[in-house]
Nanobody, 124 residues
Framework: QLQASGGGLVQAGGSLRLSCAAS????????MGWFRQAPGKEREFVSA????????YYPDSVKGRFTISRDNAKNTVYLQMNSLKPEDTAVYYC???????????????????WGQGTLVTVSS
């Protein structure tokens, strides 16, 4: 089970940190991802991190602004979002994939478990 939190309303240029807490004792075996979905749009890949936390992935749209990290002792993955833009407004979802395949990291169907989503609204 995944529980996302940390969304809210922020002005353009501001920052937010999302958290995703996982239940279970095998958290470090799961690659974790963040996706977002804006109204009327498809779910979009935002970031991913391997089980060990040693490798991270970002699309160009957030590279340099967003940072994914994880604390396996706390069963939690984070998404630090800086320099937020109005186009970052969306519901953000965390997801977990056992044995995440790097080539498929940006595909929602690669992930087995999903959190409930947390809304991020960036005002201009």
């Amino acid at each position: 089970q995944l529980q996302a939190s940390g969304g809210g309303l922020v002005q353009a240029g501001g920052s937010l940190r999302l958290s995703c807490a996982a239940s279970g004792r095998t958290f470090s075996r799961y690659g974790m991802g963040w996706f977002r979905q804006a109204p009327g749009k498809e779910r979009e890949f935002v970031s991913a991190i391997t089980g060990s936390g040693g490798t991270t992935y970002y699309p160009d749209s957030v590279k340099g602004r967003f940072t994914i990290s994880r604390d396996n002792a706390k069963n939690t993955v984070y998404l630090q979002m800086n320099s937020l833009k109005p186009e970052d407004t969306a519901v953000y979802y965390c997801a977990a994939a056992l044995w995440l395949r790097v080539g498929n990291k940006d595909r929602p169907d690669e992930y087995t478990y999903w959190g409930q989503g947390t809304l991020v609204t960036v005002s201009s």
